[in-house]
Nanobody
Framework: QVQLVESGGGLVQAGGSMRLSCGAS????????MGWFRQAPGKERVFVAA?????????RYADSVKGRFTISRDNAKNTVYLQMNSLKPEDTAVYYC??????????????WGQGTQVTVSS
């Protein structure tokens, strides 16, 4: 079982940057595909970015964040990151970290964090 804890959320002005972190428990972090989802007020939770297990050689992004967000992982620190640049008010949401052993978490995931709020002011 994997426990995920997000950090790094907060308030930022439009055009600014923010980096989210997700720490994972356990000694097998490198064996999990990792991802980020977000849920805006009144909307469903949607995919943001994912990175493959081990070396993280494969990444996937939602069209809405391509070119602005970057997902990365540090297996030595059991941590996955989401670097968010050129933030827009529509990026405001609760951001959730996700992990899945079998597949990149794009449509679903086995493990979820509790979320961190990101608010982008205009």
């Amino acid at each position: 079982q994997v426990q995920l804890v997000e950090s790094g959320g907060g308030l930022v002005q439009a055009g600014g940057s923010m980096r989210l972190s997700c720490g994972a428990s356990g000694r097998t972090f490198s064996m999990y595909n990792m991802g980020w989802f977000r849920q805006a007020p009144g909307k469903e939770r949607v995919f943001v970015a994912a990175i493959s297990k081990n070396t993280g050689s494969a990444q996937r992004y939602a069209d809405s964040v391509k070119g602005r967000f970057t997902i990365s992982r540090d297996n030595a620190k059991n941590t996955v990151y989401l670097q968010m640049n050129s933030l827009k008010p529509e990026d405001t949401a609760v951001y959730y970290c996700a992990a899945d052993y079998s597949r990149m978490p794009i449509t679903q995931a086995t493990y979820w964090g509790q979320g961190t709020q990101v608010t982008v002011s205009s």
